[in-house]
């Protein structure tokens, strides 16, 4: 009897953790010029890193959005993950840019980075808002977005 009842807990898990189209997590990570987010793998170096990176802002090459999400494999229907940023430009000027990538769906969730960097970073401006979203073919199926979206 208790043998069933875990076996019973366990299905439902799996059933919950796999069955929704959905974004979990968006970390935006600012990058040094050795593409670098962190200096150990500890996470509070990893947010002091950060925040030494938001001061001195010559010292950041690139932005990585780092996305945790999942969604059900459907049969000849693309899936792609989209992450807009907004930034500020050059006299106050608003700019936007788009980056997707077309993702394949595995049983559980997974790990996808967006990345802007180089040359086309510098040109961009310091971003102050990011909403990712998740589609399949010309559906949305989820969105995250920052609080200043």
């Not at 690139?62 to 807009?84: D, F, H, Q, T, Y």
């Not at 907004?86 to 936007?96: D, N, T």
Request: hydrophobic share 45%.
């Amino acid at each position: 009897m208790r043998a069933l009842l875990i076996l019973f807990a366990t299905l439902g898990l799996l059933t919950t953790a796999t069955a929704a189209d959905h974004i979990v997590k968006v970390l935006p990570f600012l990058l040094d010029a050795q593409g670098r987010d962190s200096t150990s793998p500890s996470l509070f170096d990893r947010d002091a890193y950060q925040a030494q990176l938001r001061q001195k802002t010559n010292a950041v090459s690139a932005i990585r959005c780092a996305v945790l999400w999942n969604a059900e494999k459907s049969p000849g229907e693309k899936i792609m993950l989209r992450a807009e940023l907004r930034a500020v430009g050059e006299r106050g000027v608003p700019k936007l840019k788009t980056l997707e990538t077309e993702v394949t769906p595995r049983f559980f969730r997974q790990w996808t980075s967006l990345t802007l960097g180089g040359e086309e970073y510098k040109k961009f401006g310091a971003v102050v808002a990011w909403r990712v979203t998740l589609w399949r073919g010309d559906r949305q199926l989820d969105e995250k977005k920052s609080f200043l979206w």
